[in-house]
């Protein structure tokens, strides 16, 4: 079982940063893949990132996030950079194991452990 927290969201202006946490107990995540997503009100849950053997981007943040690890930590980061009013949603991290495709990675329902969210809002 793994249980994941995340932390660092806020209120920020446009092109400002934010950078979000997630940190797991319970086992270590080098042996989970990881993966960003976000919900913005009345829409779907949208994948954002994911860190495994490499990381993959949805084009809607590749070159403004970047997906990292930190193994001593057991934490897993999103450096989110160049916020637009549309990246306003909660974002959640969430974590799988076994083969892993990029159709497998950006479907939320291939994930077994989710963490609660955290907010980020971008004003314009």
């Known amino acids: 079982q793994v249980q994941l927290v995340e932390s660092g969201g806020g209120l920020v202006q446009a092109r400002g940063s934010l950078r979000l946490s997630c940190a797991a107990s319970?086992?270590?995540?080098?042996?989970?893949?990881i993966g960003w997503f976000r919900q913005a009100p009345g829409k779907e849950r949208e994948f954002v990132a994911w860190?495994?053997?490499?990381?993959v981007y949805s084009d809607s943040v590749k070159g403004r996030f970047t997906i990292s690890r930190d193994a001593a930590k057991n934490t897993v980061y999103l450096q989110m950079n160049s916020l637009i009013p549309e990246d306003t949603a909660v974002y959640y991290c969430?974590?799988?194991?076994?083969?892993?495709?990029?159709?497998?990675?950006?479907?939320?329902?291939?994930?077994?452990?989710w963490g609660q969210g955290t907010q980020v809002t971008v004003s314009s």
């Open positions: 860190s495994g053997i490499s990381t």
């Open positions: 969430a974590a799988r194991m076994g083969l892993s495709t990029i159709a497998t990675i950006t479907r939320n329902t291939a994930y077994n452990y």
């Open positions: 319970g086992r270590t995540l080098a042996n989970y893949g």
